[in-house]
């Protein structure tokens, strides 16, 4: 009996550890285009159109350099940054608030709220984005930063609703009985005792709406064309250039400053990122 | 609160009915914020464009001036880009979606193993899920390059060939699967992994010494157990995908000819670049009740499959 089972138990051993090592290859294989892209943002021309490929060279900053001095790239830059965290901010704001009227103020109809925001989040793009340009062209709010945020809270809104009003039905009932037994009113009990303990919670949410705004390339490339630019529009620009052929050095250099950020911010809050998402998913 | 007197239970009455009313502003104050901008950047600008796909419109003060019935419509009815570009939609993603829930929950199975770096290598999968669409699109188009890209260097050395990723029709739309699910799958993963690790442990135990296999347990346990997630990820697939638009702008721009030209890229063009604002607002419209259509009965098809299991 012993023998048998040795047999197993090492037969198990050597699965489990095939199962790891193919955790760990198919996790290089989804990271490799991106390290690509760092890779290629570091290399001269000449070592970008070679074959073979070429995996160690000289690096170079040239195309960061050349790219960054030119005006346009830095300031599409910052316009992604004000618009990315004004669009979150706001939407921050509002979302939380309704999500928590939706998780704990009685309201009638919060079903319907409920099922409406899922519905929006079924509209496509496009469909808000004729009427957006025709209505901002007849208002003269085209290629301004407030309406590229407020075009953002279409989508922002009903994603922070849906989280944080997850997230607020999790939390104990007793605090803001509490609170409100202290005299606090509603508003007393939400501000002082129920956000400041939802932190973590908000916060994660901030930055993955962030994510979103940072990303959006239609709103975008819709209602802007120079002064609010952001960088996704740039990109695209780049990407389709097919007069001047590939640019892969500026793509690629581009595309690095676009991605290391979010990268960096998506890995600080990776705990609360991932519980987000499958929350979103099965709640939502 | 005890009522003493006639006169007085009917003031109190009075005064607590206006505590109702104030209690009921500051109920639905919390709402007012999301309430106010939702109505006006979300359904404002819906009713607008079921307007204009009944009007036409003035392109010196993009306004719509004249109710013109379903004129629109009948115009978009003989439309064959518009047609061809719902086609090409559809088989995106009856091809997309699809993979993307097989290998997310294959591969979210497969690497269900406690060890050491587990937590780490989830962290990574973040990665690819928040590079943008459409630096995703230009990176994959970068490497699938027939000439210099990495990928047909690879595919030579393997001797198999240098297929034209972006050049042939069939092959650019599998590029645009590939991309996609690139970017989707690891999202897939996250969430078939937390659901794979909240799983009853006693069920398994339970089923372990009943002397089940890994087969049986697979079938008759972990799958049934996680058909509500596998179909809630499928409604948050579906929402994503059908808003495909950045990466193929990125990547194949549409073409060759229309063979990637999804939905969203076509009306964007139709209305960006011929400026034929009226005929894309009954596209959009189209689309929008198509996509609300589909949403509601995969919602009812979710909330079905939650109760049967």
């Not at chain 1, 051993?13 to 943002?41: D, E, K, N, Q, T």
């Not at chain 2, 595919?155 to 590939?178: F, K, Q, Y």
């Not at chain 2, 808003?243 to 990125?250: C, T």
Request: aromatic content about 12%.
């Amino acid at each position: 009996m012993a023998v048998v089972d040795t047999g197993y138990t090492s037969r198990r051993h050597l699965w489990r550890r095939v199962r790891i090592v193919a955790g760990v290859v198919l996790c290089a294989l989804f990271l490799f285009p991106v390290f690509w892209m760092v890779l290629s943002s570091f290399k001269m021309p000449k070592d970008i159109f070679t074959t073979p490929p070429v995996l160690f060279f000289e690096p170079t900053l040239e195309t960061y350099r050349s790219y960054m001095s030119r005006a346009d790239i830095t300031r599409r830059m910052l316009n992604t940054v004000i618009v990315a965290f004004g669009s979150g901010a706001l939407s921050i704001v509002a979302g939380t608030m309704a999500g928590y009227a939706l998780a704990r103020v009685r309201l009638r109809g919060a079903g319907t709220i409920g099922v409406l925001i899922l519905m929006s989040r079924g509209v496509p793009p496009i469909a808000l984005a004729v009427p957006m340009f025709l209505v901002a062209r007849k208002l003269g709010l085209t290629d301004k930063h407030i309406t590229l945020i407020l075009a953002y809270c279409t989508f922002l809104i009903p994603y922070v609703m849906w989280l944080m009003r997850a997230f607020f039905q999790s939390l104990p009932r007793e605090l803001e009985e509490a609170a409100m037994l202290d005299g606090c009113g509603r508003f007393g009990a939400f501000f002082k005792i129920i956000v400041p303990i939802s932190i973590p919670g908000i916060l994660s949410t901030l930055i993955f709406s962030v994510i979103l705004a940072w990303e959006e390339l239609l709103f975008a490339l819709v209602l802007t064309n120079r002064n609010a630019s952001t960088i996704p529009v740039a990109i695209a620009g780049i990407a389709g250039d097919t007069v001047n052929g590939a640019n892969w050095g500026a793509l690629t250099a581009v595309g690095t400053l676009t991605v290391v950020p979010v990268v960096i911010f998506a890995l600080a809050v990776q705990k609360w990122l991932i519980t987000g998402l499958s929350e979103g998913a099965t709640k939502g | 609160m005890a009522v003493t007197d006639h006169s007085e239970g009917a003031r109190q009455a009075r005064t607590r009915s206006g505590r109702d009313w104030s209690d009921l502003v500051s109920r639905w104050s919390f709402m007012l914020p999301a309430a106010i901008i939702l109505a006006a950047v979300l359904a404002y600008p819906i009713l607008y464009t079921f307007q204009i796909s009944f009007a036409s419109l003035d392109l010196a003060t993009f306004t719509a001036t004249e109710w013109v019935g379903f004129e629109n419509y009948r115009e978009i009815l003989g439309d064959r880009g518009f047609w061809n570009s719902m086609k090409v939609t559809g088989i995106y993603l009856a091809w997309a979606l699809p993979i993307q829930m097989i290998l997310g929950f294959g591969i979210a199975y497969l690497i269900n193993v406690e060890w050491k770096g587990r937590s780490a290598v989830r962290a990574l999968f973040l990665i690819p899920m928040v590079v943008a669409p459409v630096v995703a699109g230009g990176i994959w188009r970068m490497m699938l390059d027939p000439l210099w890209g990495m990928v047909n260097w690879f595919l030579g050395l393997l001797g198999l060939g240098n297929p034209d990723w972006l050049g042939d029709p069939n092959l650019a739309m599998a590029t645009i699967v590939i991309i996609d699910t690139w970017r989707w799958t690891p999202f897939v993963i996250l969430i078939a992994t937390a659901a794979l690790m909240a799983l009853p442990k006693d069920v398994f135990e339970a089923a372990d010494i009943d002397g089940a296999n890994w087969w049986t347990k697979l079938w008759s346990i972990t799958i049934p157990l996680l058909v509500p997630i596998i179909a809630a990820t499928f409604v948050v697939r579906w929402l994503g995908a059908v808003k495909m638009f950045d990466i193929v702008l990125a990547s194949t721009r549409g073409g060759p000819g229309d063979a990637t030209n999804v939905v969203n890229l076509y009306i964007y063009e139709q209305a960006f670049r011929s400026l034929r604002f009226a005929e894309s607002a009954a596209m959009a419209v189209v689309v929008l009740v198509l996509t609300m259509i589909l949403t509601g009965l995969f919602l009812i098809g979710t909330r079905r499959l939650e109760r049967s299991y």
